[in-house]
Nanobody, 124 residues
Framework: QVQLVESGGGLVQAGGSLRLSCAAS????????MGWYRQAPGKQRELVAT???????NYADSVKGRFTISRDNAKNTVYLQMNSLKPEDTAVYYC??????????????????WGQGTQVTVSS
């Protein structure tokens, strides 16, 4: 079954940096796009950044110029480099992959898959 495994969250002071990683596995393919979303306490989940298989990117206005998304298609892995972090960036960050699934005998059309989330806390 499809798994998205995230890593790289943690606690950092304002102005610091973190790098998140997310590796997709378990029969998923044709992943397009991959991305990151976040959810702060009491708020709805929101888009942070997405990247297509040919590296077209899209960012939320709040992170433009500070965050950079990238991906390694051969590894089905997406990264989020977060610089100049602010306390308002504090949230659980979720990896998303929109892709097809095949087990060899069973297949599914393209749909969204989500990671378990990783906590990012920025102290002031």
């Amino acid at each position: 079954q499809v798994q998205l495994v995230e890593s790289g969250g943690g606690l950092v002071q304002a102005g610091g940096s973190l790098r998140l990683s997310c590796a997709a596995s378990g029969g998923i393919f044709n992943i397009n796009p991959m991305g990151w979303y976040r959810q702060a306490p009491g708020k709805q989940r929101e888009l942070v950044a997405t990247i297509t298989s040919d590296s077209n990117t899209n960012y939320a206005d709040s992170v433009k110029g500070r965050f950079t998304i990238s991906r390694d298609n051969a590894k089905n892995t997406v990264y989020l480099q977060m610089n100049s972090l602010k306390p308002e960036d504090t949230a659980v960050y979720y990896c998303n992959a929109h892709g097809q699934y095949s087990s060899g005998t069973f297949s599914l059309s393209a749909r969204d898959y989500w990671g378990q989330g990783t906590q990012v806390t920025v102290s002031s």
